[in-house]
């Protein structure tokens, strides 16, 4: 009696685990049979059953294709039977896809970020004029500001105004300007001057809380 016992490990594989050993035998029956009336007719008891397993979902039409093909599968591509969807060939499923661009234009100087890329492209497209020369400033003082996140010492124009030379592929040039940027300083205080008002804020908002706390009356 004991020889008798299966284990998992002297069984088929499954190829589809989550739907389970008695799907994986009703599929190898429906695989044996030797009318395509009688496959047919099994192929579709079957999707009854693994759409059971998920009742919110078996009447979905995206979720019976995903069925169909999940039996196709589970039949390593060897049942001949009649599919609403038309049946997934292996050489599909096998195909690797195509691998995705990392969406950064400009590795050599990542503490810009993308938007400035965008920014200064879009730049590139207007005329000249006072517009294109107020957008320039600003993209220039917020790559400074970001520059400075990045790193907290000082930073001179000419290095912001290389960096934007060379992003904007030689369109925008500002070395030969005689206006300034703004002070380093000044940006380092306004992007420090946020964080030090909102943790006051919230130590105010304490301190008020625990006056109220202690001028409560005690019963």
């Known amino acids: 009696m004991i020889d008798d016992i299966e284990y998992n490990t002297e069984r088929e594989h499954l190829i589809i685990p989550e739907y389970g050993r008695h799907i994986q035998k009703m599929i190898n029956h429906a695989k044996a049979q030797e009318t395509k009336e009688e496959r047919n007719k099994l192929a579709k008891s079957i999707i009854a059953v693994m759409g059971n397993m998920q009742p919110h979902l078996r009447d979905v039409a995206d979720f019976q294709h995903k069925l169909w093909d999940q039996l196709f599968i589970m039949s390593n591509f060897e049942l001949d039977a ?3 969807y038309g049946a997934p060939s292996k050489e599909e499923l096998s195909e690797r896809p195509q691998p995705l661009k990392y969406p950064q234009n400009f590795p050599k100087y990542r503490f810009y970020g993308n ?3 965008t920014m200064i492209d879009v730049a590139n497209t207007w005329e000249d004029g006072e517009m294109k020369e107020a957008l320039t400033y600003t993209i220039a003082n ?3 500001k970001c520059f400075l996140n990045w790193n907290k010492d000082t930073v001179e124009d000419d290095v912001i105004y290389d960096h934007l030379y060379e992003l904007s592929d030689g369109k925008i040039n500002l070395k030969n300007t005689d206006e300034d940027l703004t002070d380093s300083t000044r940006l380092m ?6 964080k030090y008002s909102n943790s006051s ?3 105010s ?3 008020k809380n625990n006056n109220q706390n202690r001028n409560r009356k005690r019963y």
């Open 82 to 84: 009649d599919s609403p």
């Open 115 to 117: 938007n400035i890329k």
């Open 142 to 144: 917020h790559m400074k």
């Open 189 to 194: 205080k306004a992007s420090s001057g946020k």
């Open 201 to 203: 804020n919230k130590k």
């Open 205 to 207: 908002g304490q301190k």
